[in-house]
């Protein structure tokens, strides 16, 4: 990496790392160190941005302290915002179904993310740490005229660079799968992954990795999500590729996916892997 390594943290969530211990499902391996945040490239800069819920890792091709606090900041206001929004709908927070309330006075976060869960037909949270990462990436890109910007959010990525890069696949911590990337020509993309066995967020399946790359990190998100709930073995693989090609040939925004259950991979649309 190169030699700018800079962190900001809430006040009230100093020494936030340990928050990672936290489990919504007992039956799911929480990562406790997201150790994988050592394999970034040397050609970035990289700094980290912790807020409440919100954990950051940026990289870009330039630094400055002011990016630094304008993250911060952007993060903050959109806490803010959907704060304010719980007053209006509840339902907005709890739902695992898709929330019909873009007709009101909605921030445009909450309103992208009901946008993105609606075609995936999940509810809008199942979007947010995605749509919390293509808003702080095109924040960078457009406030601070960065080049290239990586934002990833416990495991959900935005990318938007101009050079060939390889995304790492984890799985489980003994996965063969490991060793294998996903290569991404320059462009504008959204890779996320919803697991049933590991990490804090809420799946109602029982894959090792449901991977969607999309041209949109809030639609990856959504559609990881959906995926995810649907494959509980291998046995249902099959079933779900039904879906998966709807979604591809359907929807612009969905490039390919890429599932990990147990000891099968399964790839359909524009995925090439790198080892």
Do not use: W
Not at 15 to 36: A, H, P, T
Not at 92 to 97: H, L, V
Not at 185 to 205: A, L, N, Q, R
């Amino acid at each position: 990496m190169k030699q700018n390594d800079y962190n900001r943290c809430g006040r009230q969530y100093n020494g936030y790392g340990e928050r990672f211990d936290i489990l919504l499902s007992q039956r799911k391996l929480n990562v406790v160190k997201r150790f994988y945040r050592d394999y970034y490239s040397e050609n970035f800069d990289r700094f980290y941005v912790r807020y409440k819920y919100t954990d950051l890792a940026i990289a870009t091709d330039k630094f400055t302290l002011e990016m630094l606090d304008g993250v911060y900041d952007l993060v903050k206001k959109h806490y803010e915002e959907l704060e304010e929004l719980r007053a209006i709908s509840k339902e907005f927070f709890e739902s695992f179904k898709p929330v019909d309330i873009v007709a009101l006075n909605i921030p445009d976060i909450a309103r992208s993310m009901c946008e993105a869960t609606k075609l995936a037909e999940v509810g809008p949270m199942a979007a947010v740490a995605g749509a919390f990462a293509e808003s702080v990436g095109n924040y960078l890109l457009n406030l601070h005229h960065c080049e290239e910007v990586i934002v990833e959010n416990g495991g959900d990525i935005y990318i938007n660079v101009r050079r060939p890069v390889n995304v790492g696949i984890f799985a489980n911590f003994e996965s063969e799968f490991n060793k294998l990337s996903i290569a991404l020509e320059p462009g504008e993309y959204g890779v996320c992954t919803s697991s049933g066995k590991i990490g804090h967020s809420i799946s109602f399946g029982n894959a090792d990795a449901a991977c969607v790359i999309a041209k949109s990190s809030t639609y990856a998100d959504a559609f990881a999500t959906k995926y995810g709930n649907l494959i509980k073995s291998e046995d249902d693989l099959e079933k779900v590729l039904e879906f998966v090609r709807k979604d591809v040939d359907r929807e612009r925004y969905i490039l390919g996916v890429l599932f990990v259950v147990d000891k099968k991979l399964f790839a359909y649309g524009n995925v090439k892997l790198s080892i």
